[in-house]
Antibody
């Protein structure tokens, strides 16, 4: 079955870059029917969709307006994974970050979540 | 994109039914038949319960059902069981982005 394994640091300093990776097993990041997303959850903001990457004969990305100037999501076909980079973080970016796969416009597989704290 | 509106809480006794609403706009819930619902237990990742408004993934009990009218979607849990106590979130595709609901805590009395 499809599984997503997240990795990355749990503590990031303000103004620095948050970087997380999501390794895929049981599917391929180049799937023509799936999307690969990053979603975060905090008590103050609830569940918040951040963005996605997906392949439909070529690569596409979509990002939430709230983070569009600071976010990059990249696929890595050689390692069958995708990554999140969020620049210039502030304490407001403290949250549990999830990677997820979508099919039929729903998030059908989720990673286990990574608690990321932004603090000096 | 504003979050979809859900009631903060809902409750019912075992065996009863509970319905949760999810209100958006014509740009999300009302504009697409791509509403999904998620169940989240404390400390766990959300789990997909309903997709495309009313479809259940394999393994989800038929006690869970979904519907939509205009800009409001609903999730009904029939025959409440103790393990249904959790937080529930709706989500909608909104044209190259997605929006989540504010979440509803369901308590089994």
């Amino acid at each position: 079955q499809v599984q997503l394994q997240q990795s990355g640091p749990g503590l990031v300093k303000p103004s620095q870059t948050l970087s997380l990776t999501c390794a895929i097993s049981g599917d391929t990041v180049s799937s023509n029917s799936a999307g690969w997303h990053w979603i975060r959850q905090s008590p103050s903001r609830g569940l918040e969709w951040l963005g996605r990457t997906y392949y439909r004969s070529k690569w596409y990305n979509d990002y939430a307006v709230s983070v569009k100037s600071r976010i990059t999501i990249n696929p890595d076909t050689s390692k069958n994974q995708f990554s999140l980079q969020l620049n210039s973080v502030t304490p407001e970016d403290t949250a549990v970050y999830y990677c997820a796969r979508s099919g039929k416009y729903a998030f059908n597989i989720w990673g286990h979540g990574t608690m990321v704290t932004v603090s000096s | 994109q504003s979050a979809l509106t859900q009631p903060p809480s809902a409750s019912g006794s075992p065996g009863q039914s509970v319905t949760i609403s999810c209100t958006g706009t014509s740009s999300d819930v009302g504009g697409y038949n791509y509403v999904s619902w998620y169940q989240q237990h404390p400390g766990k990742a959300p789990k997909l319960m309903i997709y495309e408004v009313s479809k259940r993934p394999s393994g989800v009990p038929d006690r869970f059902s979904g519907s939509k009218s205009g800009n409001t979607a609903s999730l009904t849990v029939s025959g409440l069981q103790a393990e249904d106590e959790a937080d529930y979130y709706c989500s909608s595709y909104a044209g190259n982005n997605y929006v989540f609901g504010t979440g509803t805590k369901v308590t089994v009395l």
